[in-house]
């Protein structure tokens, strides 16, 4: 299996990045199932942030993300997307993508081995 994220880069606070996410040779069919963001500041621990199911028909963002980031998948090309606006210092991380085993409800259970992550940075 390989999960690719990409689009991360530095950017001012106040400003967007989209960011990238394929997922390849996994052996499951990619539009079964809901796919999720996460990130992982600097000494802190892994967190979702947001999850797509597998229509596009439902999301869910945490609480620090909604109204500012969009999930969005093309299951034609195995690949989910996270459109962030607005950005703050405190978006800062690495972020990575990876299928949810049991759904948007659950995102402790994932899919795929983790990949190498994007980095995102905000300055203030």
């Known amino acids: 299996v390989e999960v690719v994220e990409s689009g991360g880069g530095l950017v001012q606070a106040g400003g967007s990045l989209t960011l990238s996410c394929t997922v390849s040779?996994?052996?499951?069919?990619?539009?079964?199932?809901?796919m999720g963001w996460f990130r992982q500041a600097p000494g802190k621990e892994r967190d979702f942030v947001a999850g797509?199911?597998?229509?596009?028909?439902?999301?869910r963002y945490e609480d620090s993300v909604k109204g500012r980031f969009t999930a969005s998948r093309d299951n034609a090309r195995n690949t989910v997307y996270l459109q962030m606006n607005s950005l703050k210092p405190e978006d800062t991380a690495v972020y990575y993508c990876?299928?949810?085993?049991?759904?948007?409800?659950?995102?402790?259970?994932?899919?795929?081995?983790w990949g190498q992550g994007t980095q995102v940075t905000v300055s203030s």
């Open positions: 990876n299928g949810l085993r049991r759904g948007l409800s659950e995102s402790r259970s994932v899919l795929y081995d």
């Open positions: 797509i199911g597998w229509n596009s028909a439902t999301s």
């Open positions: 040779n996994s052996g499951r069919t990619f539009g079964d199932y809901a």
